[in-house]
T-cell receptor, first 116, second 114 residues
Framework: AQTVTQSQPEMSVQEAETVTLSCTYDTSESDYYLFWYKQPPSRQMILVIRQEAYKQQNATENRFSVNFQKAAKSFSLKISDSQLGDAAMYFCAYRKGGTSGSRLTFGEGTQLTVNP | EPEVTQTPSHQVTQMGQEVILRCVPISNHLYFYWYRQILGQKVEFLVSFYNNEISEKSEIFDDQFSVERPDGSNFTLKIRSTKLEDSAMYFC????????????FGEGSRLTVL
């Protein structure tokens, strides 16, 4: 079974600084997708960034980027120029490729605090 | 922007009662999901639904749970006889067709079982 592990229950960062959230996963599949979701106090899960396993290039979305190390099964999220609105719970998630394996498996989450 | 909507936002019920949580997925989406998050714990998959039938379910999704898409727009989760440990936030999500489609989540329904 696939597992996703986030070893940092809490992280904090100063406004405008950079922070990296860690995630590791375990799978025997070669076709899969990795995601970072943000869950602010409003509780709705919002997609931050997505990475396809077959792509070697790391995904980037504005201030958010990932460091995808396929051999190490590591998928960290870097937030640059942190803003107060980035404060939230961040979940790393895995989904097997192919329409039959469409469930998301989430990590435990990392609570990010942004200090002014 | 289209969104997944869930009702009620919060429901309090007595143990043993039946509860129905409702979701309206994004209109052109074909895959529907329920996830659960017990307070302080990780988000857990319950069930996925495609083409009017369950496509996958977890070990959590036992006989007391059922899902239905009664009218082509709503997607419901029924808990037949609630237990204290069913207290959680329940998230509905939907996904368009295609392999890379992301899941769009609703804001969740908080269920409190007394």
């Amino acid at each position: 079974a696939q597992t996703v592990t986030q070893s940092q229950p809490e992280m904090s960062v100063q406004e405008a600084e950079t922070v990296t959230l860690s995630c590791t996963y375990d799978t025997s599949e070669s076709d899969y997708y990795l995601f970072w979701y943000k869950q602010p106090p409003s509780r709705q899960m919002i997609l931050v960034i997505r990475q396809e396993a077959y792509k070697q290039q790391n995904a980037t979305e504005n201030r958010f980027s990932v460091n995808f190390q396929k051999a190490a099964k590591s998928f960290s999220l870097k937030i640059s120029d942190s803003q107060l609105g980035d404060a939230a719970m961040y979940f790393c998630a895995y989904r097997k490729g192919g329409t039959s394996g469409s469930r998301l498996t989430f990590g435990e989450g990392t609570q990010l605090t942004v200090n002014p | 922007e289209p969104e997944v909507t869930q009702t009620p936002s919060h429901q309090v019920t007595q143990m043993g009662q039946e509860v129905i949580l409702r979701c309206v997925p994004i209109s052109n989406h074909l895959y529907f999901y329920w996830y659960r998050q017990i307070l302080g714990q990780k988000v857990e998959f319950l069930v996925s639904f495609y083409n009017n039938e369950i496509s996958e379910k977890s070990e959590i999704f036992d006989d007391q749970f059922s899902v239905e898409r009664p009218d082509g727009s709503n997607f419901t989760l029924k808990i037949r006889s609630t237990k204290l440990e069913d207290s959680a936030m329940y998230f509905c999500a939907s996904r368009a067709s295609g392999n890379t489609g992301e899941l769009f989540f609703g804001e969740g329904s908080r269920l409190t079982v007394l």
